[in-house]
């Protein structure tokens, strides 16, 4: 076979690396019987030395029968899963004649390093690609368009989505046109689909585009074509195994031709089937409850699972002993109520949605944990009549009897830790430091099968992790209160204000120690500030580095690292290089009011002055209810700080499970199963162990997963909450437009700054120059120390009592939350204001 051009009916399945991505999905398409314009392809072997076959091409453009041909590019990194390229590369249509044609055929090779392209391949995650370029008759169409068989906007499989314009597509295309918008529900076979404009809710009314009347316009489409391109969505669809985006054309017989078929790459993944019938709505929890968008690793998901089955048992009651196996299979683990959806953590919100009465009780209390934004798509799930209350699902979901097991337990800690808060939070911390103890391995851990067990059997040790939950509890909870109690006397403002610069939290004595660190490195400041972070971190580890007492703090807080919940993330322990840029950050504050132990000082100065008032307030107007607000205040200051200690103590079992794994890793990795030994992070216990006991080799499986992981790890957006067939529910809601321009979220510290913004996605190696305000998807605990030097913080998920605003109040940095597209919607450098108490954030220019 001529390796140089090949007719698209000879391509094979195996010819992708010398056809390209586009010229190997036409070469599908015609194996499968669809109605496809002849053509042939110049392959990336014809192009890549520099000339063109000449001679080969004009041979078979005369065999097509010359006349108008489509010239386009196909790249050998294009129409992938994953990365479309759409419009990125070189398309020259109606090319008529050899010479013209060996002038388009330049162009399209020339796209390959394009400046847009390059770019696209970065950010892509994309390495080095080949071109060839495909040569199809041109169709003379009538109308064309495209068709996508899931909804591009909503994430919906069930829907198909057609745009179509009289005359050629690639006005269409460009944006040179107003196209028909129809949207296909994909219910069933094509002669029984209804067939709607924009996603109305009438099931049989008129074909229209745009939702129109039947008696203003008709569109260009007639329900018997819809008809037929659905039906050929579904079959392009079903022979790739993904949605497809589909270009298509009607020529002047009305015949149907289908242009190319390439995966939708935007789409979120859509759940796991559950088996059940019925649609169902799921939650993400990684973000909401702690702050991290990115992918867990599959070690991160079954370590996270195991350990969540382990406290689920021992908040269900479990009496027996001083702890629960991680390796058990509690009813938590077996609900399945927990999924993992792209790597991220999803629950399963559908029982609880359907329990008669839920519209009472759920919004306020998801707004109270997650924000005002979950708060909206849950209101929207219950509005949904496909979510009617249903009696069934109290039973479903689970009954009262785990928590009526333990309510007697929690009512009598969170009293006593009430009545005596000092006592309390002393036996939190004791609880910290036994907790650290007990996570450690036992000695005599020397095969892979005793670490891997140990990993597996991991108890936490339930009366320690009590003595720490309850006293944070009663210190939630106290802070939760005032605010109804002191309604109409105090501003919710000046009650966050009071809960700002409260002691005892770990959270902050970790970066007050960190800037502790900074002041005593002054000497080493040109070193610290003109060497990256990650040589930094090469020369401690080599024992080069300068005495800046980072030893001992990595011994207090080296468990801990940005995502510090995945345990397939390396600690800070392991790479100190984001503690190290921390340090360099903070060597860039120059101002000594700006230096965060003096921030903090002022925030706590300033609630207690301002609980000092309240409490006069109250005396005069409000005796009774006041003063239980204000005991209440009071217990939030000595027992408030106490949120972050258990999620502290939880991380030293990760750390430990983690250091063991990694030395499983490495004997896998000497035995030639693995090929490093962190590559174990992208196994499940299970699979682990077939490697350990049956010697199973996952150097292939790893390979596949950390390429899904690091796509994973560009997606931008992740769904807030999700529907079985893929919907991503708040795409369904039209966003308010904001006024002139102020972005709505909701106050989380009071205060007002103006400074420039700085968009960070992932704190590893990020700054933050003192005086700016920081804008992220989220934030955990990993994220603090660049608080530091922040004027003011933004976040597009979160609620006021997440660890980010925590952190913020303490600082009195002025913070607000769940602003939608914040990333997108402010630039790095940009002059925006934050109004912590009104919940606003202007962008000034």
């Known amino acids: 076979m001529n390796l140089a051009v090949i007719d698209l009916a000879e391509v094979d399945a195996g010819m992708a690396h010398l056809v390209g991505g586009k010229a190997a999905g036409l070469a599908r398409m015609i194996r499968a019987g669809e109605r496809v314009p002849a053509g042939f392809c110049v392959t990336t072997t014809a192009l890549s030395d520099g000339t063109v076959p000449v001679e080969e091409i004009r041979r078979a453009y005369e065999r097509m029968g010359g006349g108008p041909v489509a010239v386009r590019s196909s790249a050998t990194a294009e129409d992938l899963p994953d990365a479309s390229f759409a419009g990125q590369h070189a398309t020259v249509l109606s090319v008529t004649g050899l010479a013209d044609l060996l002038d388009a055929i330049e162009v399209c090779r020339d796209s390959l390093d394009s400046e847009r392209v390059v770019s696209y391949r970065a950010a892509s995650g994309v390495g080095a690609a080949a071109m060839a370029v495909v040569v199809q008759r041109m169709v003379d169409a009538a109308v064309a368009g495209v068709l996508f068989t899931a909804n591009p906007v909503t994430g919906s499989r069930a829907e198909m989505v057609v745009d179509a314009a009289p005359g050629p597509g690639a006005a269409l295309v460009d944006g040179a046109v107003t196209a028909d918008h129809y949207v296909l529900r994909d219910g069933g076979p094509a002669a029984d689909q209804n067939v709607l404009p924009d996603a109305s809710p009438a099931a049989d009314q008129d074909v229209l585009p745009d939702g129109a009347p039947a008696a203003e316009r008709g569109g260009c489409l007639t329900p018997q074509r819809l008809t037929e391109l659905s039906a050929a969505g579904r079959r392009l669809r079903d022979l790739a195994g993904v949605p497809q985006d589909i270009e298509w054309a009607v020529d002047h017989d009305g015949v149907l031709w289908l242009l190319q078929s390439r995966p939708v790459t935007t789409l979120f993944p859509v759940p796991p089937d559950t088996g059940r019938p019925g649609p169902r709505v799921y939650l993400e929890l990684g973000g909401q409850f702690q702050g991290v968008l990115r992918p867990f690793t599959p070690m991160g998901v079954a370590a996270l699972r195991a350990v969540a089955a382990s406290a689920g048992s021992a908040f269900g009651g479990s009496t027996r002993g001083d702890s629960t196996r991680v390796g058990g299979s509690g009813p938590d683990r077996e609900s399945g109520s927990v999924v993992e959806i792209a790597g991220r953590l999803y629950f399963d919100l559908t029982d609880t949605v359907r329990r008669p009465g839920a519209d009472r009780w759920l919004p306020k209390f998801v707004e109270a944990d997650f924000g005002p934004r979950v708060r909206a798509v849950v209101e929207q799930v219950l509005a949904d009549p496909r979510f009617a209350p249903d009696p069934g699902a109290a039973r479903r979901g689970g009954g009262a009897g785990p928590l009526l097991r333990v309510a007697p337990r929690a009512v009598a800690g969170v009293v006593r830790a009430l009545a005596r808060p000092d006592a309390a939070r002393d036996r939190a911390f004791r609880a910290v430091d036994e907790f650290r103890l007990a996570s450690a391995a036992p000695a005599g851990l020397d095969t892979a099968a005793q670490r891997l067990r140990f990993v597996g059997d991991f108890g936490l040790p339930t009366r320690r992790l009590e003595r720490m939950i309850w006293p944070l509890m009663a210190g939630i909870l106290s802070g939760a209160a005032p605010a109804g109690l002191l309604k109409g006397i105090a501003t919710e403002a000046e009650v966050r204000t009071v809960l700002g610069g409260m002691p005892h939290n770990i959270t902050i004595e970790m970066d007050l120690a960190l800037w502790a660190i900074a002041e005593r490195a002054a000497e080493h400041r040109d070193l610290l500030l003109g060497t990256p972070a990650t040589e930094l971190a090469a020369r401690y580890r080599a024992g080069t580095l300068p005495d800046i007492g980072l030893a001992g703090f990595l011994d207090r807080f080296g468990h801990r690292a940005a995502v510090e919940i995945d345990i ?233 009592l997440a660890h980010g605003p925590t952190v913020a109040r303490e600082y009195g940095i002025p913070a607000v939350v769940c602003v939608r597209d914040a990333t997108r919607l402010i630039r790095t450098g940009q002059i925006i204001t934050v109004d912590g108490a009104a919940g606003t954030v202007v962008v000034n220019g």
């Open 568 to 800: 397939g993330v390396p600690r800070w322990a392991e790479d100190p290089a984001p503690v190290l840029a921390a340090i360099a950050n903070y060597l860039r504050t120059t101002d000594p009011d700006q230096a965060p132990d003096r921030r903090f000082a002022r925030a706590a100065r300033t609630a207690t002055e301002t609980l000092a008032d309240l409490t006069r307030r109250v005396r005069r107007r409000r005796p009774v209810r006041g003063r239980i607000a204000i005991f209440l205040l009071r217990r939030a200051r000595q027992l408030g700080g106490l949120r972050e200690i258990g999620k502290f103590a939880g991380l030293y079992p990760l750390a430990e499970m983690r250091r063991q794994l990694l030395l499983v890793g490495a004997e896998l990795a000497g035995q030639g199963l693995l090929k490093e030994a962190g590559d174990i992070m992208f196994l499940d216990l299970a699979e682990a162990g077939a490697a350990v006991h049956e010697q199973v080799d996952h150097r292939e499986l790893v390979a596949v997963r950390k390429v899904a992981y690091d796509r994973e790890l560009r997606r931008t957006h992740v769904p807030v909450a999700l529907l079985s067939d893929g919907t991503d529910v708040e795409a369904l809601r039209t966003p308010k437009a904001p006024d002139d321009d102020t972005l709505a979220g909701m106050a989380a510290a009071p205060g007002t700054v103006t400074g420039p913004a700085r968009v960070v996605r992932d704190p590893a190696d990020a700054r933050v120059e003192p005086g700016e305000i920081l804008v992220a998807p989220t934030t955990d605990p990993g994220w603090t120390p660049l608080f530091l030097t922040a004027g003011g913080l933004v976040t597009e998920i979160g609620a006021p």
